[in-house]
């Protein structure tokens, strides 16, 4: 499968962002989707992930509550929305495909390429 982020930009503190994850090559609903987030020369961070079945939502502690991730089968996308975002939410956003939802980011086979987001005033 393959995925194509979007949705990134720059937002001030306590603005809103909706990324999109857009797969292709086989359906959605044969994956769960997960978010990761990424700052330059740090680790890779667990953001959420839905499950496949039954559409099952996690999320970090940090994001719990301010994010949503969602699903539409029909049209191949997976959605983070992102509320009362702050400076820590700057990052790249990835998306990741697999089997299961993991906190595990090598456990992912299928990436995709990346959205930007900045939160700054």
């Known amino acids: 499968v393959q995925l194509q982020a979007s949705g990134g930009g720059e937002v001030q503190p306590g603005g809103s962002l909706r990324l999109s994850c857009v797969a292709s090559?086989?359906?959605?609903?044969?994956?769960?989707i997960a978010w990761f987030r990424q700052v330059p020369g740090k680790e890779r961070e667990w953001v959420s992930c839905?499950?496949?079945?039954?559409?099952?939502?996690y999320y970090a502690d940090s994001v719990k509550g301010r994010f949503t991730i969602s699903r539409d089968n029909a049209q191949n996308t997976v959605y983070q929305q992102m509320n009362s975002l702050i400076p820590g939410d700057t990052a790249i956003y990835y998306c990741?495909?697999?089997?299961?939802?993991?906190?595990?980011?090598?456990?992912?086979?299928?990436w995709g390429q990346g959205t930007l987001v900045t939160v700054s005033s």
């Open positions: 090559g086989r359906p959605l609903d044969y994956f769960s």
């Open positions: 839905i499950d496949r079945s039954k559409s099952g939502a």
């Open positions: 990741a495909a697999d089997n299961v939802c993991n906190l595990n980011d090598q456990l992912y086979r299928n």
